[in-house]
């Protein structure tokens, strides 16, 4: 993409000299304004690449890594605030949120209103309406016609993907995530998190079962995926997470990558004559991050701007699509430089940062993989993580070491004179990355990007949540119908309604109703384009479930 390249790095070099010449504050505002002027152009098809847990350090040691301008260089158009609701710094879960139905969350919720609002600007939520879901952009561009996906290189069922295609008061929920991510209809899942499809559930679904009978190919390889010619796709290619991409090839080389799940996603969304959407999560930048592994978080990006390139090349030639790349918050704070350079920052050279990262073959994760249970393999581990030439103080301190890990990721940092401020999220502002019709531009909200989406689209999110998410209690009552949630059996709550001789049921998480009248035999079920939501406290669905129930 060469003359894309040019044109996105002269655009960038003119907003860095702006910068010297105008206040921040006037510029964002003049920003904001020009915004607002901005006709929405429509997108037929919108790919939207999270890279969890990235930070603009990361990007920085990527680009001296590779020796070369990465993909995500060249559409570099603006920031991103990340808090949430309640905290400067964001779970990735809120985070998710945030980016899908563009909605400030609380701390581990997916895809509904917060219950707790303390931070400053952050519009207060009506105390009936906490915990409420609220709908996503997969969902609207579902509603549209359009062909969808999701892709992680994490479990399929974890916060950044769910965020795009489910509603949970927890995170953590994976039985109702996973269920429904099934019933959302989604053409292409592809990640891991097989376990979740495959084990044996409280709720006794068999859900692997379901996306049989839902005409999906099923596959669990990287030759797989590739010779499917199937319009429905779910990969599941590893029990939780995949491979960092550095290890990929030596630990698990029947996985795909990110870029080749990716090209293969719009190779087959695209057949959709409406268009497409498309959510593509870099997982484990964050994992890396949390550990503190610079070149877990490294590689990994870099195979994250592989992905970023398949999108982006696609986009270039089609003309009618918006990408967008974004963190969904930072991690780590990790830093190109230490206490090593606390006198010597400014003649130490790129060598010094980059070379000791280039020895490793193998993040900390792949090489204590290799680790035999009595260390006699201590040395080789080290090497395979880059610590060759052990001095005598680094070879004691893996042989006393309590947290071999740990001790791995702090010799390696401290030999490329990276730092490291914490194991956990940070609040930093991120970069923003945008190409296409309507992309955004400047110091956006997280939650602009999900509006920015939803209009490119054709939708607005606020009118989809009053669509697809009314409360079922309220409006059969004012039906005149008896309700309750019948709980006989904790995991499989169920809506019933009854009226005279007529009585509907709405299991949780899917996207069928069934009416019986009278004596007859059987049930009249349909299936829908939307799945039901039970938060502990009320049971949601979709208007056209509430019509097709009177």
Known sequence: MPGLKKKWLSAALVGTLALSSISFATMNAQAKEKEKDKKTESAKNVIMLVMDGSSDNVSTIARWYKGESLAL???????????????????????????????????GYVGVLPSLVTTPGVEQVAKEDAFKPVANVLEGAKRSGRATGIISTSEIQHATPAGFSSHVTSRSNYDDIAEQQVYQNIDVVLGGGNDSLNKTRKDGDNLLEI????????????????????????????????????????????????????????????????????????????????????????????????????????????????VIAVTDHGNSGITIGN??????????????????????????????????????????????????????????????????????????STRANIGFTTGGHTGDDVFLYSYGPSNPTGLIENTDIAHTMAS?????????????????????????YTVKIDATDAN?????????????????????????????KGNFTREFNTVTVYNGDKFFISEVMLKFAK
């Open 73 to 107: 260089d060249t559409i570099l158009t603006g920031a991103v605030r990340t808090y949430s609701a309640e905290s400067a710094v964001t779970d990735s879960a809120p985070a998710a949120t945030a980016l899908a139905t563009g909605n400030k969350s609380n701390s």
């Open 492 to 520: 499989n709550p169920v809506f019933v309604a009854t009226k005279k001789t007529r009585t509907i049921t709405i299991p949780e998480n899917r996207n069928t109703v069934s009416i019986k009248i009278g004596n007859s």
């Open 456 to 480: 490119a689209m054709g939708f607005q999110l606020e009118d989809l949540t009053n669509d697809i998410f009314v409360d079922a209690k309220a409006e059969f009552e004012k039906l005149g």
């Open 211 to 322: 996306i049989e009978d839902k005409k999906y190919d099923f596959v669990t390889t990287r030759d797989e995926l590739q010779s499917s010619k199937s319009k429905k796709i779910w990969g599941s290619f590893a029990p939780s997470s995949l491979a960092y991409e550095l290890d990929r090839e030596k630990t698990k080389p029947e996985e795909p990558s990110l870029a080749q799940m990716t090209e293969k996603a719009i190779n087959t969304l695209k057949q959709d004559k409406d268009g497409f959407f498309l959510m593509v999560e870099g997982s484990k930048i964050d994992w890396a991050a949390h550990a503190n592994d610079p070149i877990g978080m490294v590689t990994d990006f870099l195979e994250f701007d592989d992905a970023v390139a398949e999108a982006l090349e696609f986009a270039e030639k089609d003309g009618e699509t918006l």
């Open 339 to 412: 206490t090593n350079t606390n006198s010597t920052y400014d003649k130490t050279p790129v060598s010094a940062y980059i070379d000791p990262l280039k020895e490793a073959t193998m993040t900390v994760e792949g090489a204590l993989s290799l680790l035999k249970k009595d260390k006699s393999n201590l040395v080789e581990v080290a090497e395979s993580y880059g610590l060759k030439d052990l001095t005598a103080d680094e070879l004691k301190a893996l042989q006393t070491s309590k947290n071999l890990g740990s001790t791995l990721v702090q010799l390696l």
